[in-house]
């Protein structure tokens, strides 16, 4: 979830005091940074959530390696009852995991740190793989994902319990939604830190105070609850208008007809990803990177979408962002254009978490207009920073800090990057760009952060693997995204609809290289195409995200085990692409609509959730097949094998 610094949490109304103070020392920690490390080439090319200082000493050609981050969720099943709530004591288990780290940090081969609720748990592997010649450590992606999850259900032996990567949990803010069951506290005399309806402040991590203040923070600095409103999903039965009714006026204010009506962060923050970081070998090649997959990022989440359902209603949407990007939106009313502006201030498009809003390396498609601190970014562009670079940095300073504690406010502006780092980490974007840290041999590093956790260690892997082949035919091809910041923006609203998959267009660039492929029509420089297009090619349209990628393997050695194990996970892209194997989103629903006890009434109920999620426990532990979902690639394996002899 970014910085998780020790010591004692401030509150809005203290931390408001040191916005100013933040900002200015972040931005001389920036320019620290930047002035020794801008001219630092030669970085491997490394993949991961997070990158090791540890360095392979070699002249061989170096590859990014997965490293994927993944979270998981902890459900509780009552068999006898047919109950399946979220579980939260996942803190114990984190500690004992921890410890195990602990007892060899430098051959651990899996990392576990807290992620926002106690139901949650978040991993990556010990140490970032370098590929070195050729891409055999693929093999090796998934073994780790399996032994990740086999580290955590070895704890929960005996409970009842179950280590679930689902999105989000269905029933997530129904009553007694938790085990054991806690009661949300609305009140403002109850003094808790989200005031939600539905959302009880146990399920709020405990042993971190980040996770807490952050919450208590945005909604002081916003004035108000957070609120978040999803279309219903409309069946046979579902009430006409469909209007809910709370005991709170806030709610009661805030929430929607025909929506289900969502009040706090733990609905946002508490979801699950899987997140992919890269370190690039240099500051200008990172830049491009970023800017590449800036456009890639709605179609991976359309195809990885797995969010239908919220608060045991279906939803006309599939994936989370538009929830978590209002999770967290602490833009007051004025910023949100809802009262007359103040002096020196201006009207804030987005959420803090939201889709990335301009290039880094090119202007040319910036057609969207940002906001900044003139003098913020006049001291960036007079201390050297390239004036794309600057912007960028200076846009993302619009955001006060949300989260401080007292013992960082004095902070070293030359060895330290803690303020830089608390505005940084709170701007959660489809795509983040990292300076490396001080004093650390890490190097400059983007992060993509849009895909939807999957069910099983396969999928995720898939999609790892997928993301990361692409970086490669990227760099190797010297691939052309680029297209207008705000078509990027259509993409992502357009990503997140239901079926969007199989039933939406998406628009992007007609002709990513110049060569041997024709476009029909008169040069058009980006166009409308369908998921299918997009990632497995049509002759005259687009020639295919999947098709690139193996022009690129063509290009290097890929031993007879890792080709196989490659088309394997480009087998299931390709399928959930062309609508052959459904989307998580698109099983669950028809999960639910061919459930006996569902009533066209868009209800998920108790049961419904537990069956669905007992189904998907035996998905993931190999005991429930499901082609629908997982399809089954013998055919197509053939069909690549007979292409590489």
Partial sequence: MGLLSEGSPLSWQETKKHVDHVKKSGIRQFLSIYRRLK????????????????????????SPAPRPKIEYTLVHFDHERKTARLYLDGPKYLETLQEEEKRSPDSHPTTWRPEYGSYMLESTPGKPWVFVGDLSEFNDVEPNMKLRREEITKLLEGTNVSCLTVTTFPRIGCPDFTQPI????????ADGASRSVFYPDQA????????????????????????MNLPIFRDANTPSPFVETFDDPEANAA???????????????GCSCLQMTFQACSVDEGKYLYDQLVPICPIVMALSAAAPIYRGYLVDSDCRWNVISGSVDCRTPEERGLKPLSENKFVIPKSRYGSVDCYLASDKYNDVPIQYEPEVLQELIDEGV??????????????DTVSLFSEKIKQDLEKESDHFENIQSTNWQSMRFKPPPPNSDIGWRIEFRVCEVQVTDFENAAYAVFIVLLTRAIMSFGLNFYMPISKVDENMEKAQRRDAARAEKFYFRCQPFPGDFEVKAEDPEFSLMSVDTLINGKDGEFPGLIPLIWRYLDSVHVDAETHCTISRY?????????GKVLTAAQWMRQFV???????RDSVVSDEINYDLMCAFDKIMKGQMGCPELLGKCDDLLERKDAQTS
């Fill in 386 to 399: 390239d004036e794309l670079l600057a912007k960028h940095i200076a846009h993302l300073f619009i955001r």
């Fill in 39 to 62: 001219d630092r080439q030669k970085d491997h090319l490394k993949w991961g959530d997070e990158v090791s200082a540890t360095r392979r000493k070699t002249n061989d050609v170096i």
């Fill in 593 to 599: 609509h061919s459930h006996p006890k569902y009533s």
């Fill in 182 to 189: 806690y009661r949300p506290t609305p009140q403002p005399e």
């Fill in 204 to 227: 709020i991590y405990p042993g971190h105070p980040r996770f807490r203040t952050l919450t208590r923070n945005i909604r002081d600095r916003r004035g108000s609850k957070v609120a």
């Fill in 255 to 269: 929430s929607l007809k025909d929506h289900v009506y969502l009040d706090c962060m733990g609905f946002g923050m």
């Fill in 570 to 578: 480009l087998c299931l892209i390709e399928r959930r692409a062309s």
